[in-house]
């Protein structure tokens, strides 16, 4: 049996002049280099079964060795073990089988090769097949119990995605041998937390969901203020606060809108479960993209530009602290933490891949967290509805959050799943008017006063959209409302009602919305795209695809269809089919100015 080779490669020569005889001791025969340039080269020619790489950021050229370990997905060709001065890698590397710090961990360097030895023949498998049912069931349970997340059909692709990576950084043989791997050194090598960095991470940008930073600018800090005039504090948490822009948002609005909070107590507390979003948060560093709804007097007064990077300044910066924090099994409230006596809780698109058991369970101690009176916001998706009555919805600014009330006898809440998001709108092109309005009854159970002279329905129903897409729910539905009251059969309001239905969860009604419009129109593209929604949603994969191909025979220019069902084809394995489709979404975006709204995507550009 040929021995197992082990490649050091450190530019400086130090990792070999440290390691090379207790390598050799353990048995394996070793090989070292100091030159960058070559590792390729010297990867295909002398073909070793593990590399243990030396990265330094204190070098020249450091940043550059990160760069090409993960851009030359090295980790695929080999096993890697990586050493550095720098902690903090650790949670950016995760395609490593292992992160050493120095001074190295010797035993542990040697349990390592030992582990890639036993498993060498899979250090070859690239490829897993798909997760079946009793293998997703054993990580269903183990996810769950250690970190309240919940993978169903739904999110499978996102976690076998994640799996994967690992497997492959830690020569699994298939799920089960990971799974063992998982329950062994998931705390003592980090390797559940490496896991989650790769099933958390989703896109958040600054300022997102205008309508909560209004009615925090406008009624709640005010409010708080003038409650805590004389204690001078203010304390916020960010649960769930990802790559930071949520937490600094709160900081950029407290300091711009408010001088007269100088001199005060401020805490943000901002805290995920993902290590790597932390350590992205910490350094404050972002691209245009996240700061697109982002007030350009803001931009200017706290971040630097450094190339094509916006570097957000100390004086924002120092007013966040950012933790790790699971909600699942982590401890709140705490006053070790900074979990305590909070006036504010953000939570939003967190508590989504949570079952409803776990979300009863956070709520419950977030009310405790929380003064009398504090206020929680969640998603726009995301509701109390079920899971709490210890807190009442208020509605202001065009969007709703929770107050707590002061304590009360309060009913047993009752287990029930939250909706599940529907891509918001964008306002789609104003329909030709219908110059003969009927006076049927509205729709809605709200709806604006009369207009003192007529008004458009196409009209209104634009306007109907644009608060749609600015999350102003309340208004958008009275709109809708006001628009079928005066002509019952106006297709596009209806599908509006639909979207809003679908939006909270009421399927059926939303179902039903797509019916009257159908008995319409049935040549109109959008009832098929939300009908296939529905369909997603309920996890009918193959009745959403059916109903994205109709809206295509419609419009083959509807790009959204086109995008989920590559979505589809992708979950199903039908590599490609969904390339065509992710085709044909690129063709008709390219086609676009690069900020021009992509309609129903949700608030996308192009």
Same mark, same amino acid.
């Given at each position: 049996?040929?021995?197992?080779?082990?490649?050091i490669?450190d530019?400086?020569?130090?990792?070999?002049?440290e390691? %090379?005889a207790?390598?050799?001791?353990?048995?394996y025969?070793v090989d070292?280099m100091?030159?960058r340039?070559?590792?390729?080269?010297?990867?295909r020619?002398l073909q070793p079964?593990?590399?243990?790489?030396?990265?330094?950021?204190n070098?020249?050229?450091?940043?550059?060795?990160v760069?090409?370990?993960?851009?030359a997905?090295?980790?695929r060709?080999?096993p890697?073990?990586?050493?550095s001065d720098?902690?903090?890698l650790?949670?950016?590397l995760?395609?490593?089988?292992?992160?050493?710090?120095?001074?190295v961990d010797e035993?542990r360097?040697?349990?390592?090769?030992?582990?890639?030895k036993q498993?060498?023949?899979?250090?070859?498998?690239v490829l897993?097949?798909?997760?079946?049912?009793?293998d997703l069931?054993?990580?269903?349970?183990?996810?769950t119990?250690?970190?309240?997340?919940?993978f169903?059909?739904?999110n499978l692709?996102?976690?076998?995605?994640g799996m994967? @990576?690992r497997?492959?950084a830690?020569?699994?043989?298939?799920y089960?041998d990971?799974l063992?791997?998982?329950?062994?050194?998931?705390e003592?090598?980090q390797?559940?937390?490496k896991l989650l960095?790769?099933?958390?991470?989703?896109?958040?940008?600054f300022?997102?969901?205008?309508?909560h930073y209004e009615a925090?600018?406008?009624?709640?800090?005010?409010?708080?203020?003038?409650?805590?005039r004389?204690?001078?504090?203010? @304390?916020?948490w960010?649960?769930?606060?990802?790559t930071g822009?949520e937490?600094y948002?709160l900081?950029?609005?407290?300091?711009?809108?408010?001088p007269?909070?100088?001199?005060w107590?401020?805490?943000?507390?901002?805290?995920?479960?993902n290590?790597?979003a932390?350590?992205?948060a910490e350094?404050?560093?972002?691209?245009?993209?996240?700061? @697109?709804l982002?007030e350009?007097a803001?931009i200017?007064?706290?971040?630097?530009?450094?190339?094509?990077?916006f570097?957000?300044g100390?004086?924002?910066?120092r007013h966040v602290?950012? @933790?790790?924090?699971?909600?699942?099994?982590g401890?709140y409230?705490?006053?070790q933490?900074?979990?305590?006596?909070l006036?504010?809780?953000?939570?939003?698109?967190?508590?989504?891949?949570?079952?409803?058991?776990t979300?009863?369970?956070?709520v419950?101690?977030?009310?405790?967290?929380?003064r009398?009176?504090?206020?929680l916001f969640l998603?726009?998706?995301?509701t109390l509805?079920?899971? %709490?009555?210890?807190f009442e919805?208020v509605?202001?600014?065009g969007g709703?959050?929770?107050?707590?009330?002061?304590?009360?006898?309060?009913?047993a809440?009752?287990?029930?799943?939250?909706?599940?998001?529907?891509?918001?709108?964008?306002?789609p092109?104003?329909?030709?008017?219908?110059k003969?309005?009927?006076?049927?009854?509205p729709?809605a159970?709200?709806?604006?006063?009369?207009?003192s002279?007529?008004?458009d329905p196409?009209?209104?129903?634009?306007q109907?959209?644009?608060?749609?897409?600015?999350?102003?729910?309340g208004?958008?539905?009275?709109l809708f409302g006001?628009v079928?009251s005066r002509?019952p059969?106006?297709?596009?309001?209806l599908?509006?009602?639909g979207f809003?239905?679908?939006?909270?969860?009421a399927?059926?009604?939303?179902?039903?919305?797509?019916?009257?419009?159908?008995?319409i129109?049935?040549?109109?593209?959008?009832?098929y795209?939300?009908?296939?929604?529905i369909?997603a949603?309920e996890?009918?994969s193959?009745?959403?695809?059916?109903?994205?191909?109709?809206a295509?025979?419609?419009?083959?220019?509807?790009?959204m269809?086109?995008y989920?069902?590559?979505?589809?084809?992708?979950r199903?394995?039908?590599?490609?089919?969904?390339?065509?489709?992710?085709?044909?979404?690129?063709?008709?975006?390219?086609?676009l100015p690069?900020?021009t709204?992509?309609?129903?995507?949700?608030?996308?550009d192009?």
């Amino acid at each position: 049996m040929t021995s197992f080779h082990v490649l050091i490669a450190d530019p400086d020569d130090g990792l070999c002049q440290e390691l %090379s005889a207790l390598v050799e001791s353990a048995g394996y025969r070793v090989d070292c280099m100091t030159s960058r340039g070559g590792l390729d080269r010297a990867l295909r020619e002398l073909q070793p079964h593990a590399l243990i790489l030396g990265v330094s950021l204190n070098e020249p050229g450091g940043l550059n060795v990160v760069r090409h370990f993960e851009t030359a997905r090295l980790a695929r060709k080999v096993p890697v073990v990586i050493i550095s001065d720098r902690a903090d890698l650790e949670y950016e590397l995760l395609d490593a089988f292992d992160f050493l710090t120095r001074p190295v961990d010797e035993l542990r360097l040697l349990e390592d090769l030992a582990q890639l030895k036993q498993n060498r023949s899979a250090a070859e498998a690239v490829l897993y097949p798909p997760m079946g049912e009793e293998d997703l069931s054993r990580f269903q349970t183990y996810l769950t119990m250690r970190s309240g997340l919940h993978f169903d059909q739904r999110n499978l692709r996102l976690l076998e995605s994640g799996m994967h @990576r690992r497997m492959r950084a830690v020569s699994a043989r298939d799920y089960r041998d990971y799974l063992t791997y998982l329950q062994q050194f998931g705390e003592s090598r980090q390797e559940l937390k490496k896991l989650l960095g790769l099933l958390t991470i989703g896109e958040t940008y600054f300022f997102r969901y205008l309508a909560h930073y209004e009615a925090l600018r406008r009624e709640i800090i005010p409010q708080l203020m003038e409650r805590n005039r004389h204690s001078r504090t203010l @304390r916020i948490w960010s649960a769930g606060c990802s790559t930071g822009e949520e937490p600094y948002s709160l900081a950029m609005l407290l300091l711009y809108h408010f001088p007269q909070l100088a001199g005060w107590h401020l805490h943000i507390l901002a805290t995920d479960i993902n290590q790597q979003a932390l350590v992205k948060a910490e350094q404050g560093r972002y691209g245009p993209r996240a700061l @697109r709804l982002t007030e350009p007097a803001l931009i200017e007064k706290y971040f630097r530009r450094e190339g094509t990077e916006f570097v957000l300044g100390d004086q924002i910066r120092r007013h966040v602290a950012f @933790r790790h924090l699971n909600l699942h099994t982590g401890t709140y409230p705490d006053a070790q933490n900074g979990t305590e006596n909070l006036d504010i809780i953000f939570c939003r698109n967190v508590m989504i891949y949570f079952r409803p058991a776990t979300s009863r369970k956070v709520v419950e101690r977030f009310s405790r967290c929380l003064r009398d009176g504090g206020y929680l916001f969640l998603g726009h998706a995301e509701t109390l509805l079920n899971l %709490s009555a210890d807190f009442e919805r208020v509605t202001a600014q065009g969007g709703f959050f929770y107050r707590l009330g002061a304590p009360a006898a309060k009913q047993a809440p009752v287990v029930a799943a939250a909706p599940v998001e529907i891509p918001r709108a964008i306002p789609p092109e104003v329909p030709a008017a219908n110059k003969n309005p009927s006076p049927a009854g509205p729709v809605a159970q709200t709806a604006p006063p009369a207009p003192s002279a007529p008004v458009d329905p196409a009209l209104l129903c634009s306007q109907a959209w644009q608060a749609f897409e600015r999350e102003d729910f309340g208004r958008a539905e009275a709109l809708f409302g006001e628009v079928l009251s005066r002509t019952p059969q106006h297709v596009d309001a209806l599908v509006g009602q639909g979207f809003l239905q679908a939006n909270r969860g009421a399927y059926q009604a939303a179902l039903a919305a797509c019916e009257r419009a159908l008995q319409i129109d049935d040549l109109c593209p959008q009832i098929y795209l939300l009908r296939g929604l529905i369909c997603a949603m309920e996890e009918d994969s193959a009745g959403a695809a059916e109903e994205y191909r109709k809206a295509l025979l419609l419009d083959m220019s509807f790009i959204m269809p086109h995008y989920y069902l590559s979505r589809i084809f992708s979950r199903q394995g039908r590599s490609r089919d969904a390339r065509r489709e992710l085709r044909n979404t690129l063709r008709l975006l390219e086609s676009l100015p690069d900020e021009t709204l992509v309609p129903y995507s949700g608030g996308a550009d192009a």
